[in-house]
């Protein structure tokens, strides 16, 4: 008696083999294209870990200012808090097209 059935690959050889086919597709880019892409993402990184820290800072301060009592910390407190809120509101609106 003969087997008639093909013999199936193995579900992991088939993954490896088709990923490397994929992979052959892909531009690579140039070692100078890759350190400048580097270079933007260092300096994205740098700039909005500066950004988020001066405001982590700032809400910081502004709020152990609202804890103690000062009124007119109180009343900068809700005005940026309003702001925010705006911003959000705003943001949102923009997305419903």
């Known amino acids: ?23 052959r597709k892909v531009r690579w880019p140039t070692l100078e294209q890759g350190w400048s892409m580097t270079k933007i993402v260092l300096a994205v990184t740098f700039s909005m870990s500066i950004f988020l820290g001066v405001l982590d800072f700032f809400f910081g301060w502004l709020l152990g200012k609202v804890v103690t009592g000062q009124v007119l910390f109180i009343i900068l407190g809700v005005v940026v808090a309003v702001a925010l809120i705006g911003a959000v509101y705003l943001v949102g609106q923009g997305e419903e097209v």
């Open 1 to 23: 008696m003969t087997n008639t059935k093909e013999k199936k690959e193995n579900a992991i050889i088939a993954y490896f083999r088709s990923t490397r086919a994929e992979l």
